[in-house]
């Protein structure tokens, strides 16, 4: 009888190592084109003269039913009427940049702006910056003289004007405004160029937005541009949009306040249009 060898224990296999959960990190969306701001810059007087059109429209068809009177020629100086404009063309700049982010690049909205996440301490701190940084610019008009009246003062021609430039100054301007300077220009700006270079003229760009309200009042000029490189620098250093919004927030809330408690409620504005 062949003789029976004992069997050899089989050897231990290893198991097969459990499956680790690898946070992959998110991939940054893909960079800003010289072509986008070719076709931005495009747009913007399209998107003017079609708000334009639209705001024109809508006074044709509301002044009837409400009976205002208000003819053609003071439509340029009407506040409500600016109001409307301005509130169709950011209308119609959102549309275009969401178009231009989803179907031009293929990205997601907030990731292609570089909007990330922004704790409840953070915003705080923002607002408190924006509302120090009115302080401030309330400080240097004696340093830097300037008593020529500006066109952005003769809009506050009534109470309810004020209110209305204050809710368009505080849940409009900061975000559309941040939008098309920290958010679209400063991208193509950086991503073709470089950080300073975005900084520095998203800054000037700013400023060259506001001219027009603050005509004739070049101290005020220098202090908007003055905002803007701060705004710009917040987004800069943060890489993200958020927190030059609510810099920006803050700022403009806390000038409607102070102009508010100034006027007792909006209702003493001769001193503010210096009559």
Known sequence: ?????????????????????VEVP??????????????????????????????GLGYALILPAFHW????????????FLLSLQTFFYGLMLAYVYVLIAVGHS??????????RITAGRILACLAGGAFLTLAIALLPPILPDTNQFPLENM????????????????VAPFMEELVFRGVLFGIFESQVGLRFAIV??????????????W????????????????????????????????HVGYNGSMMIALFLSTQHFRNLNSLLGH
Not at 216 to 231: D, E, K, R, S, Y
């Open 156 to 171: 506050f021609n009534s109470r309810a004007a004020a209110y209305a430039i204050g809710v368009f100054a505080i849940l």
């Open 26 to 55: 998110e991939s940054a969306p893909a960079p800003w084109r010289v072509r986008d701001l070719f076709l931005f810059l495009a747009f913007v007087p399209i998107g003017f003269l079609v708000a334009n059109i639209l705001a």
């Open 107 to 116: 990205q997601p909205f907030w990731a292609m702006l570089r909007w990330r």
């Open 216 to 247: 004739g009042a070049w101290n005020h000029m220098l202090l908007i541009f003055f905002v803007g490189l701060v705004f710009s620098l917040a987004r800069g250093r943060s890489g993200s949009l958020a927190p030059s919004v609510f810099l």
């Open 1 to 21: 009888m062949d003789e029976i060898q004992p069997q050899t224990p089989p050897q231990d296999v290893p198991a097969p190592p459990e499956a680790v959960a």
């Open 69 to 80: 009177q208000l003819n053609r020629e003071k439509l340029a100086t009407d506040p409500f």
């Open 201 to 214: 003229t998203t800054a000037i760009l700013f400023g060259g937005l506001h001219v027009p309200e603050y």
